[in-house]
């Protein structure tokens, strides 16, 4: 490989942009939101009732920058934290009535951003997207 090609920088601008449109996003809405944030909602809108370790494992982030997300997330009455029926120790995290309408009225605006993002590329452009960013990641995986 080429010494030039700088993965990092291109990734890191692409999340970059990414993020700054889902900013763009909530501000048009008016919803006091981070893309940060969205990730946490978004996961417990897909499935409620995740424990800190199982959002921070899904949004690639740590356990303690999760938690300080969800502190944010329950001051804004988006989440709540439940002891786990189970094992009390655990803590798992939920939706409020509040954070459901922040999420329906944010996942359409959402969803256009994502399918714009993909605006002419194919499927088949995807599966290869995935592909690479999936070894890519592995690859720097390996590193730690």
């Known amino acids: 490989m080429p010494k ?3 993965v990092g920088f291109i990734l ?3 999340t970059r942009i990414a993020k700054l449109s889902f900013i763009k996003v909530f501000k ?5 939101l ?13 499935e409620d009732g995740l424990t800190q370790t199982e959002l921070a494992n899904k ?9 300080r997300i969800i502190d944010v997330l329950s001051k804004k009455n988006y989440v709540t934290r439940k002891s786990d ?29 994502r399918k714009l993002s993909w ?5 088949e452009d995807y599966e290869i997207f995935l592909r690479i960013t999936s070894k890519i990641f592995d690859n720097f995986k390996q590193y730690h």
């Open 12 to 14: 890191e601008s692409n």
């Open 34 to 46: 981070t893309p940060e944030q969205w990730v946490i909602l978004d996961n417990l809108s897909h």
């Open 59 to 67: 949004s690639f982030k740590n356990t303690p920058t999760v938690s």
């Open 85 to 113: 029926s189970e094992d009390r120790r655990k803590q798992k995290v939920y939706l409020t009535k509040e954070g459901t309408k922040v999420v329906k009225r944010c996942s359409k605006e959402i969803s256009k951003l």
């Open 119 to 123: 605006e002419g590329l194919s499927d």
């Open 4 to 6: 030039d090609k700088k």
């Open 28 to 32: 048009k809405l008016e919803v006091d």
